[in-house]
């Protein structure tokens, strides 16, 4: 199985700071790569896709980029609606696997 | 615009087999689009898959799991099912079911997902 290791596992930020998520692959996995939104009690939302397609109706300040085996995922100015867990994830190769997830909460 | 519901029971005996089906609307899940998914998420803990479908049948699962999941499709109902056998306090979890780009592919959307809990 391929490893996905987020980093890091919680991040304490502010409103309006820049905020970046780090995603590594154990394998390559080109740019087989997705990010998802979760918040409390709610399902995963997507974000991202195909490592920097940004997912229609999400807000221009998230952005992904990375190929093989590291990939980021940028906030460029955090706002309230932004605290949540952020998840990786690859769909290279099966079985499909997750990172363990950033857990992004206000300073 | 697809949604997705899961429904089945909230609580399940170890040993049992666990059983959810997620109904589809605003969509066929006989569109060759789609493939369909189901994730899972023990409480406090990370995402795990478990396996799609395709609405022709074929299906994916994964290797930890497959020797105890069954994913099946109903067209004529516009749901998919999952059952997990053999179940124990490990398989507690909220389940999602997820409509999917491919397989293996990306998630979106996702249903509300549901909470199962294995216990006597």
């Known amino acids: 199985d391929i490893q996905m290791t987020q980093s890091p596992s919680t991040l304490s930020a502010s409103v309006g700071d820049r905020v970046t998520i780090t995603c590594r692959a154990s394998q390559s996995i080109s740019s087989w790569l997705a990010w998802y939104q979760q918040k409390p009690g709610k399902a995963p939302k997507l974000l991202i896709y195909?490592?920097?397609s940004l997912e229609s109706g999400v807000p221009s300040r998230f952005s992904g980029s990375g190929s093989g085996t590291e990939f980021t995922l940028t906030i460029s100015s955090l706002q309230p609606d932004d605290f949540a867990t952020y998840y990786c994830q690859q769909y290279n190769s099966y079985p499909e696997t997750f990172g363990q997830g950033t857990k992004v909460e206000i300073k | 615009q697809l949604q997705l519901q899961e429904s089945g029971p909230g609580l399940v005996k170890p040993s049992e087999t666990l059983s959810l089906t997620c109904t589809v609307s605003?969509?066929?899940?006989?569109?060759?689009?789609?493939?369909w998914g189901w994730i899972r998420q023990p409480p406090g803990k990370g995402l795990e898959w478990i396996g799609s479908?395709?609405?022709?049948?074929?299906?994916y699962y994964n290797p930890s799991l497959k020797s105890r999941v069954t994913i099946s499709v109903d067209t004529s109902k516009n749901q998919f099912s999952l059952k997990l056998s053999s179940v124990t306090a490990a398989d507690t979890a909220v389940y999602y079911c997820a409509s999917r780009s491919g397989s293996p592919g990306i998630s979106d959307p996702w249903g509300q997902g549901t909470l199962v809990t294995v216990s006597s």
């Open positions: 479908i395709y609405y022709s049948g074929s299906t």
């Open positions: 195909k490592a920097s």
């Open positions: 605003g969509g066929s899940i006989s569109s060759s689009s789609y493939y």
